[in-house]
């Protein structure tokens, strides 16, 4: 299955859209309710206040906007020169990380979204080993809007400072346009708040929402549980596999792939608010689909150069992680 995913584009787009199908036909025939939460986000309680009771609706615009942002991906990653430009394999794999924490709308969803516009900022291209001082702005600005859906993507400044760590932006420019750019869009939702004498409730749902560290699990359902095991290992495999290869690459590829798994580690502080097990694949869909695509092209071409026949071996591994998804 693996070789249809190296040619024939069109064979690909079907397989993907007869696998998106496949995962989300079940919540279509029976949506599940949308999670709110008890503090959520502001825009993202403007949608649960919206789509509550339409969800159908909301299970179709996951679905949607899970297909956009996979293709996205695929795109940037593409562009970037860190995976093939002739497979389609992220768009399936960003699919499968989604579906596999949930087929209706989550305020992780829109942040996965606004995460791949903010990494396309990152991304270096031509001979220049850093980013403008306007691609700054916009990055942070991005984490900014995304934590008006999700409050705890805050933890996606993380990832930043430690991509910035790497680009070496040290200046004290850096920092003003890091600082200025997270701050504006809270600053304009300020004023439209401060015209409707809301700052106060908003702050108190932003603090509760911060302070809403539990460290849950539900471990009470196993084939879940299982399932986000299964994809958890996979991303610890191909994180270990791509590092392990990192400087068979030039500086430029390196610096830009470890801009896509630094996302890893604002996934983990997102983590501290969502359930530890079974792991929320979601957080990790970006990490998830760079480091999970390259571990199944780089085995593809080693088996293809050394004229190895077991490389059904990885089409069975792929097949489970389609069924992990299905069990999660």
């Not at 007869?18 to 503090?39: D, H, K, N, R």
């Amino acid at each position: 299955m693996l070789k249809l995913f190296q040619g024939n584009m069109a064979l690909q787009a079907v397989l993907i859209i007869a696998a998106l199908a496949l995962l989300w036909v079940p919540a279509l025939m029976s949506p599940p309710l949308m999670e709110c939460g008890e503090s959520p986000a502001i825009l993202y309680g403007l949608l649960c206040g919206w789509l509550t009771n339409a969800p159908r609706l909301a299970v179709i615009l996951a679905m949607v906007l899970v297909l956009i942002e996979a293709i996205g991906i695929n795109l940037l990653l593409s562009d970037a020169g860190l995976v093939s430009q002739n497979s389609l394999l992220p768009t399936l794999l960003y699919i499968i990380a989604m579906r596999a924490g949930s087929a209706t709308l989550t305020p992780i969803v829109l942040v996965c979204g606004i995460a791949i516009l903010c990494l396309q900022q990152l991304m270096l291209h031509g001979t220049l080993l850093t980013i403008s001082s306007g691609k700054i702005c916009a990055a942070t600005a991005l984490i900014g809007i995304a934590t008006l859906f999700y409050t705890p993507a805050v933890a996606l400044m993380l990832t930043y400072l430690l991509v910035a760590a790497n680009y070496r932006l040290y200046g004290w420019k850096d920092w003003a346009l890091m600082i200025l750019g997270f701050l504006a869009p809270l600053l304009a939702l300020l004023c439209i708040l401060y015209m409707t004498d809301g700052i106060a409730a908003w702050w108190s749902t932003t603090l509760a929402a911060l302070s809403d560290i539990g460290l849950r699990s539900d471990t009470d359902h196993p084939l879940p549980l299982l399932g986000s095991i299964i994809l958890a290992a996979m991303l610890l495999w191909g994180l270990l596999t791509v590092n392990l290869r990192l400087t068979e690459h030039p500086v430029m590829w390196q610096k830009n792939a470890a801009s896509v798994m630094l996302f890893t580690v604002g996934a983990f502080g997102m983590m501290l608010y969502a359930s530890l097990l079974p792991v929320n694949m979601q957080l990790f869909a970006l990490p998830f689909t760079f480091c999970t695509t390259r571990f199944f092209l780089d085995a593809t071409a080693k088996s293809a150069f050394r004229k190895q026949k077991h490389l059904w071996l990885y089409d069975i591994l792929l097949i489970i992680l389609l069924a992990a998804t299905l069990i999660c």
